[in-house]
């Protein structure tokens, strides 16, 4: 156990520490700890991180529009299946989207409401407890599950909203020379982390690498660097083997299937969030400040398609949510009243969420 200086980051120490046995860690494991430590992970601290006076803005925080859009979209969908149906949400933080959700189907449409159940996938004891408080009065509705691979099988929907961002993952460069990547590592020294490239022939990685035409390889400069999840493609895997029938869905920003790798991203796009500013140095003060890297939506959809999933949908969150507000205001107007326009603007605004967040509706 190492001595820890008075006034230092406590989870610094702890990396720090670990690297000092081990070696250069992965930068999941790095994101992982900065993110998700049990005492001083940043989605474990309690203190404002997200709105305009936090460290950044989701959909969520805009304000209830996009819940009462969600849940107007998914009625529709669970109304085409007989019996019970499910609605299960992962990375529900605070519980405020489920919330949001669950007010409106109340309010408008009580037989749907009434063969419910809303499961939400979270480890995190500390989490659940902020969910329970804020769905209190949903409290005989709403279950709790460590992940998808210990819930029921869902027939309903399984959905996420910036998610996929959010789990650990590896940074990796591409070697002009040797025709081959490598992974960026974290050390340690003089005082800080610094990027350490390692091999990575071994990585779990690897596995997920598409097999890139020579072409494009050929003109790949030295050092690309890109990001893969194995954590986020075990976690869309584990969702649609549970989804029995209806649809998976992932609200995000991040590749598509025809841009990655991204010419206009040679460093990657590992970023830090501080106080609604970007951060250059994410390496520092870890669990301080919030950690993302581009969903991978072409793996995702590959890994869904793997499992016997049809693509129905992959567009951006402008397109989804304006059509989804068409519709309503086609076949349920007095729904329509209650949307708050000014919300709905800035959740498909093309230079704000519009077109940088993007829907992949997957079904069975």
């Not at 986020?232 to 841009?259: E, I, Q, S």
């Not at 951060?279 to 590959?302: C, I, M, S, Y």
Request: glycine residues 8%; negative net charge.
């Amino acid at each position: 156990m190492c001595s820890v200086p008075q006034g230092a980051n406590l989870l610094t120490e702890i990396i720090r520490a670990e690297i000092g046995d081990g070696g250069p860690m992965p930068f999941a494991r790095f994101m992982a700890q900065a993110l998700y430590h049990p005492e001083f992970g940043y989605y474990e601290k309690d203190t404002g991180q997200v709105g305009l006076r936090g460290d950044f803005v989701t959909s969520v925080s805009v304000g209830a529009v996009f819940g009462q859009l969600l849940a107007f979209r998914f009625a529709k969908w669970l109304r085409e299946i007989d019996g019970p149906v499910r609605i299960a949400e992962a990375g529900a933080h605070d519980g405020s989207l489920a919330g949001d959700i669950l007010e409106w189907l109340v309010a408008n449409d009580e037989p749907l409401f009434e063969r419910l159940t809303y499961s939400i996938a979270e480890p995190s004891a500390k989490r659940r407890s902020w969910q329970a408080k804020r769905l209190a009065k949903f409290a005989g509705l709403v279950e709790w599950h460590d992940s998808p691979s210990d819930s029921p099988e869902i027939r309903g929907v399984i959905f996420s909203n910036e998610l996929l961002d959010a789990f650990p993952s590896h940074r990796i460069g591409w070697d002009a020379a040797k025709r081959d990547w490598f992974e960026w590592a974290v050390g340690w020294r003089d005082g800080g982390f610094h990027w350490e490239p390692v091999d990575g022939v071994d990585a779990a990685w690897r596995r997920l690498l598409p097999t890139w035409p020579s072409e494009l390889l050929d003109v790949l400069p030295d050092q690309y660097t890109t990001e893969l999840s194995p954590q986020a493609n075990a976690w869309w895997r584990a969702a649609a083997d549970k989804l029995t029938v209806g649809k998976l869905v992932a609200f995000d920003y991040g590749h598509g299937p025809d841009d990655w790798p991204a010419a206009n991203q040679p460093d990657g796009t590992v970023r830090g969030y501080r106080e609604q500013k970007l951060v250059d140095e994410v390496l520092a003060n870890p669990g301080e400040q919030d950690l993302t890297a581009h969903a991978n939506f072409g793996l995702a959809k590959r890994e869904g398609e793997s499992a016997g999933l049809q693509t129905e949908q992959f567009t951006s969150q402008e397109r989804f949510l304006n059509g989804t507000f068409a519709e309503m205001l086609k076949t349920a107007p007095a729904h329509s009243q209650a949307i708050d326009v000014r919300q709905l603007q800035t959740l498909t605004h093309p230079a704000h969420m519009g077109r940088p967040f993007r829907v992949l509706v997957q079904s069975r």
